[in-house]
Every structure is written in C-alpha cells, then in structure tokens.
C-alpha cells in the first residue's frame, strides 16, 4: 500500500519493525537538524496496566530555532507543536508511520491567531519531513 493524506495526515507504509522505523527515523530527523524531545510508548504504558494493544510509539521532535520564536509571539502553539510522529502495527502487525504536515500546521496557525510560514517555508519543511520519513520506511 502507498502513501496516503487526509487533512495534513501523512501515512506510509514501513518495510521494517517497529523500532527500527523508529531509529531510523530518529536519526533521518537529527541528520536534518531536528532534536528529539521524547519517545512515548503507548502500547508499554497500556502493557503496564494489564492491557494489550499492538505497538503505537510517538515521536515528539523540532527544531528550537524555529519553534521558539514562534512559542514567543504565540505561547499557546506550544499545546500542539512540537512535532510529532506515530510509528505504529495495525492489526495485521503491518508497521505504519504518519506524520503532520504543512496542511495541518496551517490549521493549527489558525486556531492559534498565529501567522503560518510562506508557502516556500512550508514547501521545504514538507521536503525535510518527506525525506525523512522516506529514509525511516524505504
């Protein structure tokens, strides 16, 4: 199955494990310059009660130089950015990644009153996050 969107929702489809999606990536990300802030494993946090599900890890990453600024003149972004990633098994244990892109933030810009970046700034920021989404599943 090939990529899909649906409003600022980008989904593709891994050709490995679960972590090692998630490693590669982590480091497709710092290789671009992002930091990464955390890790959340929600099917660990669910193991942890007795409960199963299949695995679901975000990956919350960004890029201060950026962000800051913007959390600055708009503190409220700061309840939706970061960014984040899912890696994640369906119930056919097929490992999945999906990501926000350029759409979704202009969404959130607006729920915010903030301005979003130009339509050059948004393209790259999608180039960068398509590039490393693709060196995490391909």
Do not use: C
């Amino acid at each position: 199955m090939s990529a899909s969107a649906v409003n600022g929702l980008m989904t593709k489809p891994s050709n490995y494990s679960p972590d090692d999606t998630l490693d590669r990536l982590e480091a497709a990300l710092k290789e671009r310059g992002f930091i990464i802030f955390a890790r959340l494993d929600h099917a660990a946090a669910a193991q942890s009660l007795g409960l199963e599900m299949p695995r679901s890890t975000v990956l919350v990453f960004g890029n201060p130089r950026l962000g800051t600024p913007r959390f600055i003149q708009v503190p409220t972004l700061a309840i939706d950015l970061p960014l984040k990633a899912l890696v994640w098994e369906d119930g056919n244990r097929k490992v999945w990644l999906s990501y926000n892109n350029s759409e979704w933030l202009k969404a959130i810009d607006g729920r915010h009153g903030a301005a979003s970046p130009s339509a050059e700034v948004a393209a790259r920021g999608d180039a960068a996050l398509d590039a490393a989404t693709d060196a995490a599943t391909k």
